[in-house]
């Protein structure tokens, strides 16, 4: 307990840095996986916007970089992080490449949340005069809003777990605080306190998310 008080300068940083890295990953990969998503769904045979080649394209473009491991991925995306960002390591760095890598994810779970909404519903509006755009912005995604909400919630916890492995390149947060601080150093107070507060943190998010979803569904 004496070394969690010597640290605590250190942890509060970390935690810090675990909020900063999850809102600005989430906003990054939320954006462009709601493109890609949307883009997806849209292009499939059957949807608002058919189109076979770019469906294809977009749809091996997130069957390739989803399946690759986080670490790995960090290696792989450095150079085109240093073009954005400037450099290849620290925080910002990290939440870029944890935002990029969970927009494929995000883009999965929006499709797959999309295709639930009832063909009916796509048909009336169009029996209505409705175009294309106007039936994804106005019918779909707001059909959708409420599971959008809870799949973007569960996001979270895979972002959350992103964030420990972003200290591979010097991205900080309670994830490495933890490894370095606590397992390294054999302190398991150190450790547990870590752990505790990212359970905290996904457990409030997941508290929001679910409130916001049941509002959404509830109108």
């Known amino acids: 307990m004496d070394r969690l008080f010597e640290l605590q300068g250190d942890f509060w940083q970390a935690a810090a840095e675990t909020l900063y890295m999850t809102s600005f990953a989430l906003v990054l990969g939320g954006i462009l996986g709601l493109i890609i998503g949307v883009a ?3 292009t499939r045979s059957g949807g608002v916007l058919p189109n076979g080649p ?13 399946p690759i491991p986080f670490v790995i991925f960090l290696a792989v995306l450095q150079p085109f992080t240093r073009l954005v960002i400037g450099t290849g390591i620290g925080v910002t760095a990290g939440a870029f490449a944890i935002g990029i890598a969970a927009s494929f994810a995000i883009g999965r779970i929006v499709e797959q949340h999309l295709v639930t909404v009832p063909p009916g ?9 409705a175009g294309p ?6 019918v779909v995604i707001p059909e959708a809003l409420g599971p959008l909400i809870l799949g973007y ?12 492995m972003a200290g591979a390149i010097g991205g900080g947060g309670l994830g490495a605080f933890a490894l370095i601080y606590g397992f390294r150093q054999f302190e398991p107070v150190v450790m547990w306190a870590a752990i505790v507060l990212i359970v905290v943190f996904v457990h ?7 409130w916001l979803a049941r509002r959404v569904m509830r109108r």
């Open 40 to 42: 997806t769904y849209a």
């Open 54 to 66: 770019v469906y294809v394209v977009v749809n091996l473009i997130i069957n390739f970089f989803r």
């Open 121 to 129: 519903v796509v048909e009336a509006a169009r029996a209505m005069g």
């Open 133 to 138: 755009w106007r039936i994804l912005l106005t």
């Open 153 to 164: 919630t569960f996001i979270v916890v895979a972002v959350i777990d992103m964030t420990a």
């Open 204 to 210: 409030l998010v997941q508290m929001l998310g679910t």
